[in-house]
């Protein structure tokens, strides 16, 4: 990922993005938080889950790729691709200054389940 916020992959001819909306805004993007319905349904124990980082992204992974998330999937292939996909994930530590983030994991936001979600939009893992 980008110092910017910014994770790009080509799905075919088309560009999905994934971007860090803190940092990118939310203009122009398809948000995937917890609210939406691609939202990652597992919550880290800093949100009163059970998860750490890491962990809550896998146990989404597992989710996602489960038989029964098979018409999500094809929801989001038909919704998603070509997109700019917005989350709020930033790295553990990390703190606002003003509008500005100051990010603690080696200055790029932390693991997201957007990435499994760029991924499958890319092909990597169907």
Same mark, same amino acid.
């Given at each position: 990922m980008s110092n910017? #916020?910014?994770?790009? &992959?080509?799905?075919?001819? %088309? @560009?999905?993005k994934l971007v860090n909306v803190?940092?990118?805004?939310?203009s122009g993007v398809r948000m995937i938080g917890r609210s939406s319905k691609y939202g990652n349904p597992f919550k880290m124990e800093k949100d #009163?889950?059970?998860? &750490?980082?890491?962990?809550? %992204? @896998?146990?989404f992974r597992e989710w996602?790729?489960?038989?029964?998330?098979?018409?999500?999937?094809?929801?989001?292939?038909?919704?998603?691709?070509?997109?700019?996909l917005g989350c709020y994930c930033l790295g553990e530590g990390d703190r606002?200054?003003?509008?500005?983030?100051?990010?603690a994991v080696d200055g790029e936001p932390a693991v997201?389940?957007?990435?499994?979600i760029l991924e499958y939009l890319n092909g990597e893992n169907e």
């Open positions: 910017d #916020g910014v994770q790009a &992959t080509l799905t075919g001819d %088309v @560009e999905t803190t940092r990118y805004g939310r #009163g889950g059970e998860y &750490t980082r890491e962990s809550c %992204v @896998e146990a996602w790729y489960a038989d029964e998330q098979a018409d999500l999937r094809e929801q989001a292939r038909e919704e998603l691709r070509g997109e700019t606002y200054d003003g509008d500005e983030p100051i990010t997201c389940h957007g990435e499994v």
